[in-house]
C-alpha cells in the first residue's frame, strides 16, 4: 500500500479492501470514499506488551486503524513528511515521528539500552528520545516526519556516522548506536559549541536526520 507524496508535507495512501495501514490519530486531512478510523487500543506496536512496555516509559503515541476501500490524505502539524520503502529490512524509528505505515508491517518494541548498554538508556533521559523504539519489518510503505526535511546519510563499514540527537529521527540496516560524550573542559563550562551528546552509528545501513534540532 504504497504512500504517494502530495507535496513536502501530505501524503496520500489507497486504502483496499482486505488491508488497513495505521496512522496517528489526527493525521487524516481528508479522504474519499468509504473509509473507517477506529482507535488501536494496542497502538498496532508490538501488541499488549509492546503497549505495556510504552506506557511504563509514558511514551505511548495513539494510533488509529483504517480500513475501508478509498483515499486518505495524511499530515500532521506541518511537519515534513517523507515516504520510506521497506523491502524486507527493519526500520527503527522513534514513535512519534510515524505519521502511517502499512498495516502488513511486522510492528514491534526495541528497549534501547540493548544497543549501548547503559548508554543507551543514558540516551533516552539525556537526549528526550525513548527508551523504546519502534520497529518496523517486511514489506511496505512509512511516512515519517520531522522538522525542516530529510536527508540520507550512508553508515559504513569502519565509517561510523556521528549525528546530534536531537537531529536524529530514524535508521535501517545492521547498525549498532550508543551515546558519545567527546566534550572537553570549555565544553562543560559552557564555552564550546554546545554539542555535548553525539548519537554515533556504525555498522552498515542508513541514518535519517533531520534539518533541525526541534522536537515534534
Not at 115 to 139: A, E, N, P, S, Y
Not at 182 to 202: H, K, V
Request: glycine share 16%; hydrophobic share 40%; no cysteine.
Amino acid at each position: 500500500m504504497p504512500f504517494r507524496s502530495l507535496n513536502s508535507r501530505m501524503v496520500e495512501a489507497q486504502v483496499l479492501p482486505g488491508q488497513r495501514l495505521f496512522s496517528q490519530r489526527g493525521a487524516m486531512l481528508a479522504y474519499k470514499g468509504e473509509v473507517s478510523f477506529t482507535p488501536s487500543i494496542t497502538g498496532g506496536q508490538g501488541g499488549v506488551m509492546g503497549m505495556i512496555g510504552r506506557r511504563i516509559a509514558n511514551e505511548a503515541t495513539p494510533l488509529m486503524t483504517v480500513e475501508g476501500s478509498g483515499t486518505v490524505m495524511f499530515g500532521h502539524g506541518g511537519h515534513h513528511v517523507h515516504v520510506i520503502e521497506l523491502t524486507g529490512d527493519t526500520l527503527y524509528v522513534e514513535a512519534d515521528r510515524l505519521l502511517a505505515f502499512d498495516g502488513s508491517l511486522q510492528q514491534g518494541t526495541m528497549f534501547m539500552g540493548s544497543q549501548g548498554g547503559v548508554m543507551g538508556m543514558v540516551r533516552g533521559q539525556v537526549t528526550g528520545q525513548g527508551l523504546f523504539t519502534t520497529t518496523l519489518k517486511g514489506h511496505g510503505s512509512v511516512a515519517v516526519m520531522a522538522h525542516g526535511g530529510f536527508i540520507e546519510l550512508p553508515i559504513q563499514p569502519q565509517r561510523p556516522v556521528h549525528v546530534d540527537p536531537q537531529a536524529y529521527v530514524a535508521h535501517r540496516g545492521d547498525v549498532r548506536n550508543k551515546l558519545s560524550t567527546a566534550i572537553g573542559w570549555r565544553e562543560m563550562i559552557g564555552r564550546g559549541s554546545g554539542e555535548a551528546f553525539q548519537l554515533e552509528l556504525s555498522g552498515n545501513g542508513t541514518v535519517f536526520v533531520q534539518a533541525s534540532e526541534e522536537k515534534l
